[in-house]
């Protein structure tokens, strides 16, 4: 076990618990790049001159591109939430630096120092990231927000240690220790089972249940995500065979990491592998996939298209695409991302949002899917909205190949809800949502 440099801990009488955290800024990155490096470091040490100004016992320690370490006291957890609160209001407050305004937003993450360690552990530092990066294996213990706590009750050698993993896939892949599961998608007109999206799933029996998010954007890293797509595809097309046998033919959606979209080798022989297939493939890229290089992925998504391989942009909305070359992407489908229909009936935003996204989607004659559907309210609410396909766990969670044979054989199409008014304003339907939600 080694420890990690900073920042340093204060030895003093306060015999509170002590805490490290870390607050990451939301697109400080692209900010850093118009205003320049110095302003945007004097952005960053006046943030940590108000992290110290808030937070109790507190020692600011490394700051990096856009995040500050920090350490600080508290009587417990609950404490420590309440001060990281009140110093995240203080830090999202708006700063004036060489006379341009800013104001930072920030998520932090932080874990309790155990009382026998005199400094923070790379293994601490690791997990209070991946907490940031919203990597699910760190298992935030306050779940996601803007608050994250972490869990350091959690065997550390499962959650932490990317380089085991790294390691370990390789070998993983060729023993088959990952496998597929798939979460159908519902057409929401006519109840209909439209098609399935293959989500990777890895169950080491050294490191235990792997994060998906985790593994995957590792394996970008690294350029094994390369491996696991084919691997992942030749399994969606063994999978679709037995589909096939048993009567269903099912669309299946494979998510593809958008560094591999430029990777002319390797669509190279996807295109083979799709060709040869007997049944229905179709691939999700995510939206900020697309956005990295537009131009690659354009002449990607041009062949699929030619090849009548259909095209989702997935994960809609949490890219800030723009809508110039949005035009110009021949997809068939844009899937909204599940951030903004988790809160859809609670939230006044979400609803405009989406609303203006299915709007947006049918005008450029795709058909519109929201992820992340959890309850009959919302899926009602999509139904109005005109959305044409809902996936969720309200639908169905994703499921092993086994799982989804039985799902397809006993799930009866759902008839779809009562007709409800098309051109229905988003604010009603805000009111209307907030006003069932109230009974
Ligand atoms: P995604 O493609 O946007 O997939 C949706 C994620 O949301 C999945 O997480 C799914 O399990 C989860 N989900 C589905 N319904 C609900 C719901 O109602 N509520 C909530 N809270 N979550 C729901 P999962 O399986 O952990 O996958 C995470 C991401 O990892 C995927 O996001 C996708 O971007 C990536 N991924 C998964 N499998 C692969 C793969 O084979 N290749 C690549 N490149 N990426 C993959
Ligand atoms: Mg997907
Ligand atoms: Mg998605």
């Known amino acids: 076990m080694t420890s990690h440099p900073a920042p340093p801990i204060k030895h003093d009488a306060d015999r509170r618990a002590r805490f490290f955290a870390v607050v990451a800024f939301e697109r400080f990155i692209p900010a850093r790049q118009t205003v320049g490096f110095e302003i945007a470091n004097r952005i960053l040490v006046r943030a940590a001159d108000r992290i110290l100004a808030a937070m109790q016992g507190g020692s600011v320690g490394r700051i990096g591109h856009n995040s500050i370490e920090f350490s600080f006291r508290a009587a417990d957890v609950a404490a420590a939430r309440h001060d990281l609160s009140h110093c995240l209001a203080l830090l999202e407050r708006r700063l004036e630096i060489a006379g341009v305004a800013f104001q930072l937003t920030g998520t932090v993450a932080f874990a309790p120092i155990p009382a026998d360690q005199t400094a923070v552990t790379d293994e601490l530092f690791d ?31 499962v959650q932490l240690d990317d380089l085991a993993l790294l390691r370990a896939l390789p070998a993983a ?3 088959d220790e990952l496998h597929v599961v798939y979460q159908p998608k519902l057409d929401c007109r006519t ?29 970008e890293r690294t350029g094994a995500i390369r491996d696991i797509t ?24 494979v998510n593809m990491s958008g560094p591999l979209l430029s990777d002319q080798g390797f669509m190279a022989e996807v295109m ?52 110039a070359y949005l035009k110009r992407l021949p997809v068939s489908e ?29 005008a450029m004659d795709m058909t519109v899917t929201a992820e992340g559907v959890e309850d009959g309210m919302c899926q009602s609410l999509l139904h109005v909205m005109g959305c044409d396909a809902l996936q969720g766990y309200h639908i169905a969670r994703p499921m092993p190949l086994p799982g989804l044979l039985a799902f397809l054989r006993d799930t009866p199409a759902r008839p779809a809800p009562a ?6 304003p988003p604010v009603r339907l805000v009111h209307a949502a907030n006003t069932r939600r109230a009974r």
């Open 334 to 362: 844009l899937k909204i991302d599940k951030m903004f229909i988790s809160q859809l009936t609670s939230s006044n935003r979400d609803p405009l949002i989406v609303r203006a996204s299915i709007d947006l989607a049918h």
């Open 272 to 323: 083979g592998m799709i060709a040869s297939a007997q049944g229905r493939l179709g691939i999700e890229i995510t939206e900020t996939s697309v956005i990295e290089d537009p131009q690659a992925a354009i002449e990607t998504l041009t062949a699929l298209a030619a090849a009548d391989v259909p095209v989702a942009i997935d994960d809609f909305g949490s890219g800030l695409s723009s809508l």
């Open 127 to 157: 997990a209070v990231l991946a907490a940031l990066s919203g990597d699910g294996q760190g298992a935030p213990a306050g779940g996601g927000g803007r608050i994250r706590q972490i869990d350091t009750r959690l065997p550390s050698s």
């Open 191 to 219: 109840g209909r089972h439209l098609s399935a999206e293959a989500l990777l799933r890895w169950e080491s029996p050294t490191l235990g249940p792997v994060s998906t998010i985790r593994m995957i954007t590792l394996a």
């Open 419 to 424: 007709p409800a008014p098309v051109d229905t």
């Open 173 to 175: 892949l060729a023993a």
């Open 230 to 253: 084919i691997w992942v595809i030749r399994q969606v097309l063994r999978d679709q065979a037995v589909l096939h046998a048993a009567g269903h033919d099912l669309c299946i959606f």
